[in-house]
């Protein structure tokens, strides 16, 4: 008698997986790149350019961290 074994994944599962798993890791990479550039954007700004748009040193990785989410 045949049987098949019915516990694997069948290869549409396993694919969605391996490609969700990469949108994850391409979304971070994309996340933390886009976060460093607005850091080292905002840290070539002066003290005086900073606060002409409401911000200190001190607010800009909370800035970077913020829009990269």
Partial sequence: MASFDTTRPVAGQSA???SGF???MFSAVA???D???TRNSLSKLTARELDDI???YGDIE????RTAR
């Fill in 16 to 18: 969605g997986k391996i």
């Fill in 62 to 65: 909370e800035i970077a961290t």
């Fill in 54 to 56: 409401g911000l200190t």
């Fill in 35 to 37: 976060a460093r550039i």
């Fill in 22 to 24: 990469f949108m994850n």
């Fill in 31 to 33: 996340a933390w790149n």
